[in-house]
């Protein structure tokens, strides 16, 4: 399921994740954090602005209706964020508020062609690798990585199949008859944090840290390119 085409129809709508910085969820934030085991005001603080700065060039990959990107834009007043998505995002990202620091994409592959190489110090998504096979995964990471500086970092939230066992299926909001079907037919294939490591590795990325620990439901990777 988890197909180009299956994408783009299924997140036509532009998915939001709410207020990811205000200090109380709202109600759409607290939905999503219930279900991902974790704070998504935590996860941006942990995991994003310690690999940027007020002067970063950040990619983002599924950018949606902009919940992190708005995020991300306010701790890089003199840099500027790329978004790529199979949807056109401009409507409700809006870049031409932002003086030339949003550039959004909308692309039909996964191949970042539309990306300079060497241009990127950190590379952000999700809500989106979770949604793809491995061999998808593999496809974007592989693109991605001569995308960025040399080392530049990535992070990425993904599916824990070890860990969605663990914090409850009902809880984490992902069917249980998902363990029955192929990861052809399902939203949330198969994935863990020995698979994401292997892959990332095999590519030429580096594994700084394969699981940041801040989902219970989901891992979170971080990746530097080598010098």
């Known amino acids: 399921m988890p197909t180009i085409n299956w994408l783009k129809k299924e997140f036509y709508y532009g998915y939001s994740s709410g207020n990811i910085l205000s200090l109380i969820p709202d109600r759409r934030r607290r939905n999503d954090e219930q279900k991902s085991g974790g ?5 941006f ?9 007020t002067k970063s060039v950040v990619l983002e990959l599924g950018p949606g209706s902009g919940s992190w990107s708005r995020a991300i834009l306010k701790y890089i007043p003199n840099g500027k964020l790329l978004t790529v998505d199979f949807q056109n995002v401009t409507e409700w990202l809006q870049p031409q508020n932002y003086q030339g620091r949003l550039e959004c994409y909308q692309v039909n592959d996964r191949t970042f062609s539309c990306i300079e190489d060497n241009s990127i110090d950190f590379f952000w998504s999700f809500g989106v690798l979770c949604h793809n096979n491995i061999e998808h995964i593999q496809e974007i990471l592989a693109h991605a990585l001569p995308k960025i500086k040399p080392q530049g970092f990535a992070c990425h939230q993904y ?13 984490g909001g992902v069917p249980l008859n998902f363990k029955e079907t192929s990861d ?3 939203w949330w294939p198969r994935n863990s944090k020995s698979t994401m490591k292997q892959i990332a590795e095999d590519i030429g990325w580096s594994v700084i840290d394969g699981d940041l620990g801040l989902l219970k439901r989901d891992g979170i990777i971080l990746l530097q390119r080598p010098q």
């Open 39 to 43: 704070s998504y005001r935590r996860v």
């Open 45 to 53: 603080y942990r995991a994003i602005l310690p690999h940027i700065t």
């Open 159 to 171: 599916g824990d199949w070890n860990k969605l066992e663990i914090f409850g299926w009902k809880k």
């Open 184 to 186: 052809d037919e399902i």
